[in-house]
């Protein structure tokens, strides 16, 4: 079974500087991968998806991924952070059917 | 398009009760997934219906069942409640028969709360 590993269950960065989450995944294949984010009370909206069509993957709000095989990563990443950003992040990877989870990374924006 | 809709939204229930919660998936979505997200195992595949038929459940006891209805609207019933089942359950449906490697879009969640 595929497992997705999330470093870091809080990440804190200043408003306006590098956001970086961090995905690491098991698979001998190059799966179907995924980035969503959850606001408070609300269920999970799709980030980015990569298929394999390009190891850069960009996203809505400013977001992108790029997928290294090599690493078996699948990291997020936005240049500039904006306190709207303020959210729990999951990275999912498809098994069959279904999506296997990360654990959520909370992203902390400091004004 | 409407998205995928959720009732009720909040519930509270007492052990030993039986609950059934309601999905409504995008219009012309035939593949409807549930999750359970709670904040010491996050979330954990439920069950996914394609069609009327399961195709593919997780690791949760018989308590926990599902139904699809021909026109994509699915159920989730839990029965028996147990305090353990306090959780954010999460509908999710998509377009295609591709499974998991499709766009899986969520509802808001029903919020349930087992005293």
């Known amino acids: 079974a595929q497992s997705v590993t999330q470093l870091g269950s809080h990440v804190s960065v200043s408003e306006g500087a590098l956001v970086l989450l961090r995905c690491n995944y098991s698979?001998?294949?190059?799966?179907?991968l995924f980035w969503y984010v959850q606001y408070p009370n609300q269920g999970l909206q799709l980030l980015l998806k990569y298929t394999s069509a390009a190891t850069l993957v960009k996203g809505i709000n400013g977001f992108e991924a790029e997928f290294k095989k090599s690493e078996t990563s699948f990291h997020l990443t936005k240049p500039s952070a904006h306190m709207r950003d303020a959210a729990e992040y999951f990275c999912?990877?498809?098994?069959?059917?279904?999506?296997?989870w990360g654990a959520g990374t909370k992203l902390i924006i400091k004004p | 398009k409407a998205g995928v809709t959720q009732t009720p939204r909040y519930l509270i229930k007492t052990r030993g009760q039986q609950v059934t919660l309601s999905c409504s998936p995008i219009s012309g979505h035939r593949s409807v997934s549930w999750y359970q997200q709670t904040p010491g195992q996050g979330l954990q595949f439920l069950f996914e219906?394609?069609?009327?038929?399961?195709?593919n459940k997780g690791n949760f006891p018989g308590r926990f069942s599902g139904r699809q209805f021909s026109n994509s609207r699915s159920e989730m019933n839990v029965s028996t409640l147990e305090l353990g089942d306090s959780a954010l359950y999460l509908c999710?449906?998509?377009?295609?028969?591709?499974?998991?490697?499709?766009?899986?879009?969520f509802g808001p969640g029903t919020r349930l709360t087992v005293l």
């Open positions: 698979s001998s294949v190059p799966p179907y």
């Open positions: 999912a990877v498809s098994e069959g059917y279904q999506l296997i």
């Open positions: 999710a449906s998509s377009p295609s028969d591709r499974g998991g490697t499709d766009t899986q879009y």
């Open positions: 219906y394609f069609s009327e038929t399961q195709r």
